[in-house]
């Protein structure tokens, strides 16, 4: 069975750091691409990062450029988000998921995702 497993988040200052990471099982993680998402209170869902099966080519939305890394550890079916110079519009539950076929229902499935506060 599909699964993600979010860690890392915590509160943390203005301008501080955090690493997340997300392990994926239940399917070939090699295979597929990897989203990070996340949802602050009262708000959409969005798009923070999506990284490509081979590792090499990572799409970040315009608020995070310059701040957010994106990484794979197949080997450890694991993605990570390293995010620095954080800012309070950050705080949000982020989450992972494979890039699956929109007709294929594991896309339907998430994790508990991490709660990131970012607050003096």
């Known amino acids: 069975q599909v699964q993600f497993v979010e860690s890392g988040g915590g509160l943390v200052q203005p301008g501080g750091s955090l690493r997340l990471s997300c392990v994926g099982s239940?399917?070939?993680?090699?295979?597929?691409?990897i989203t990070w998402y996340r949802q602050a209170p009262e708000k959409e869902r969005e798009i923070v990062a999506v990284i490509s099966v081979t590792g090499d080519n990572v799409v970040y939305r315009d608020t995070v450029k310059g701040r957010f890394i994106m990484s794979r550890d197949d080997a450890k079916s694991t993605v990570y988000l390293q995010m620095n110079s954080l800012i309070p519009d950050d705080t949000a539950v982020y989450y992972c998921?494979?890039?699956?076929?929109?007709?294929?229902?594991?896309?339907?499935?998430w994790g508990q995702g991490t709660q990131v506060t970012v607050s003096s």
């Open positions: 998921k494979a890039v699956f076929p929109k007709t294929d229902t594991r896309g339907n499935i």
């Open positions: 239940g399917f070939t993680f090699s295979n597929y691409a």
